[in-house]
């Protein structure tokens, strides 16, 4: 039995909100590039597992109204005095939240964290690659960090859960998001460090205590919450949920728990 751990989580669940500013060079992975000089280019088994899943990772944002302002220097013919004036002038949509998802099932239920979706006041759109299409908040988890949306449509490619009950430390993983909002189809790999952590996550004010987590080494960033924890046979075996600040450690719901709360949901996979 894996005794919980306690780690206290200075940058957490790394949804990427308006206005964040990065000064980093991610590197890229390009299906199907090879090398003149190096012969043919064989994938490796990581590359495979990433390209698998680029159709099933999705990117989740939310857009609210808000108001628009001007402002207005005024002189007083008078009294030479300067004044500043400032009057609402209409609003405009402006993004409040992005992060990660991927399909759960093929009629377009998306697996994602609640607090990418949750307390924003937003409407959603998902971009799948091939289109950018509404959607809605169809659960929310009262427990877990989990939410799951939906769009419209049918035969979607849906990633399959693995049994996150036989995860073992030193198991191989690669984790698929949207870093930052931009790079679309980031990848991560890296191995299972740990298992059953605990950690104290603080985010807008709020703290919320996260149990029985994967710890992994894969370095992921804001924008990847919500993408999923691949293993070698390229089933979801977590979500990711958790960044520890200053480090590589990343953190990962388990898909046992996913599963359990998309059952709440009235939902079978």
Known sequence: MHMPKRILIALLMFVLGPGAASALTLYSYVPGVGYESQGEYQATKIEKVAERAFRSVVIIEGYRESPVYSMELGEDPETGAFSVSVKEIGVEERKVTSGSGFFATGDGYIVTNRHVVDGFGASFWVDTGASRVPAFVAFLD????????????????????????????????????????????????????????????????????????????????????????????GEAIGVNVAIEAGTNVSFSIPSNVARVVMERAGIEV
């Open 142 to 233: 009262p427990v877990y960090d989990l939410a799951l949306i939906k769009i419209e449509g049918e035969g979607y490619p849906a990633i399959p859960f693995g049994d996150s009950s036989k995860i073992e430390m030193g198991d191989e993983i690669v984790s698929v998001g949207n870093a930052l909002g931009r790079f679309v189809d980031s990848v991560s790999s890296g191995r299972v460090i740990s298992l059953d952590q605990t950690v104290v996550a603080r985010e807008k004010g709020t703290v919320e205590v996260l149990s029985g987590l994967i710890a992994t080494d894969a370095r992921l960033y804001p924008g990847d919450s919500g993408g999923p924890l691949l293993n070698a046979r």
